[in-house]
């Protein structure tokens, strides 16, 4: 996809902006990952299964949010499961320069 400089621009700040947002992911699914690594501290006073519960919630929240979150910013296509890629698989648009 050809855009003008203007619009080009645009789209790699927000694509900044999206991987923003997917390292802030990281937040709860350590949540959960705390939560699982402590449940037999917290098991006496709350029970097994909320704790089990919340961090089977917090990661699905997680997944949801990255997989809505995770797409290229010129046509929405989802960037799979690439950390930092260089360019969308389905159009083409370069995200960021090397």
Same mark, same amino acid.
């Not at 961090?55 to 499961?81: D, E, I, K, Q, Y």
């Given at each position: 996809? @050809?855009?003008?400089?203007? +619009? $080009?621009?645009?789209? @790699?700040? +927000?694509? /900044? !902006? $999206? +991987? &923003?947002? !997917?390292?802030?992911?990281?937040?709860?699914?350590?949540?959960?990952?705390?939560?699982?690594?402590?449940? =037999?501290?917290?098991?006496?006073? #709350? *029970?097994? &299964?909320?704790?089990?519960? *919340?961090?089977?919630?917090?990661?699905?929240?997680?997944?949801? #949010?990255?997989?809505?979150?995770? /797409?290229?910013?010129?046509? =929405?296509?989802? &960037?799979?499961? /690439?950390?930092?890629?260089?360019?969308?698989? !389905?159009? *083409? #648009?370069?995200? +960021?320069? =090397?």
């Amino acid at each position: 996809m @050809k855009f003008g400089d203007n +619009r $080009t621009a645009a789209l @790699k700040a +927000r694509f /900044r !902006q $999206t +991987r &923003l947002y !997917q390292a802030a992911a990281l937040v709860p699914l350590g949540g959960a990952v705390l939560l699982l690594a402590n449940a =037999r501290r917290y098991a006496a006073d #709350f *029970g097994l &299964l909320p704790i089990i519960l *919340g961090a089977v919630f917090l990661l699905g929240v997680t997944v949801v #949010f990255s997989w809505m979150n995770w /797409r290229c910013p010129a046509c =929405r296509a989802h &960037l799979a499961l /690439r950390w930092t890629p260089g360019h969308c698989l !389905q159009c *083409g #648009f370069v995200l +960021r320069s =090397r």
